[in-house]
Nanobody, 112 residues
Framework: QVQLVESGGGLVQAGGSLRLSCAASGSIFSINLMGWYRQAPGKQRELVAVITSGGSTNYADSVKGRFTISREHAKNTVHLQMNSLKPEDTAVYYC??????WGQGTQVTVSS
């Protein structure tokens, strides 16, 4: 079992920045791929960024160049630095630690 707890969401104006964090506990030794997903009202959950235990990353085209995913192995934490935020980035952001392992979500709202 893996437990994931997100933090760092909030309200920000367009062009601003936020940093999300996801703290993992439990059977974390089994986690290779961790990532961030988001779900806007009326839309399906979509991938934002993922990172492997070796540090390889992949991003959705819509966030490339603006968002950065990173991983602190010593703290079992994954971060998502979000810069140049746009109103269309507004969504609930979820941390994922493998199949079926999701955090509770954190709201990100970007005002225009």
């Amino acid at each position: 079992q893996v437990q994931l707890v997100e933090s760092g969401g909030g309200l920000v104006q367009a062009g601003g920045s936020l940093r999300l964090s996801c703290a993992a506990s439990g059977s974390i030794f089994s986690i290779n791929l961790m990532g961030w997903y988001r779900q806007a009202p009326g839309k399906q959950r979509e991938l934002v960024a993922v990172i492997t235990s070796g540090g390889s990353t992949n991003y959705a085209d819509s966030v490339k160049g603006r968002f950065t995913i990173s991983r602190e192995h010593a703290k079992n934490t994954v971060h998502l630095q979000m810069n140049s935020l746009k109103p269309e980035d507004t969504a609930v952001y979820y941390c994922n630690g493998g199949p079926g392992f999701w955090g509770q979500g954190t709201q990100v709202t970007v005002s225009s």
